[in-house]
């Protein structure tokens, strides 16, 4: 009898772990982040100087697809040489840096926004779309201290 419990209770740890193995495998699908939108940091500026933004994007998503990046703030800032949004074709892993030269003359929040498209700027057989379930986007702020 104490053999049959045994197995029994071997049986059913076994049966708990794959469960729960199943289970975490699936929600980090799901948690996954498919685009990372690093914004690399500034340092004080006096009102009116030019700073430059870097933000930094670098694509999770198995296949290529199209990506726009653009700026995003609390505040309105100004852009001495224009506001540019980008759009390029993102592949796996692949790592892109876009620029852009601000000013403020005060202290603000400012960072950029990397957002999965639907166009097709990928080469040809290579464009794909993460599916609807998963983030379609990637979201980063610094602060700009401006100081007298």
Known sequence: MSCLQAL???IVA???GLCLQLLTTGEAVDMQKLLDVN???MGPAKPRENIELACRIQSFWTGCTA???YTQSNLPIDFPFGNFNY???ACHRET???YWTIQS???????CKAVFLLDDVCPE??????PQSKRRYGSNMKTLEISN
């Open 105 to 111: 003359h005060r202290t603000v929040n400012v960072g």
């Open 96 to 98: 892109k840096t876009f």
């Open 125 to 130: 057989g290579q464009n794909s779309v993460p």
């Open 39 to 41: 914004v690399a940091p």
């Open 67 to 69: 990506v726009k990046v």
């Open 87 to 89: 759009t390029y074709c």
């Open 8 to 10: 029994c209770s071997n």
């Open 14 to 16: 076994i049966f708990l």
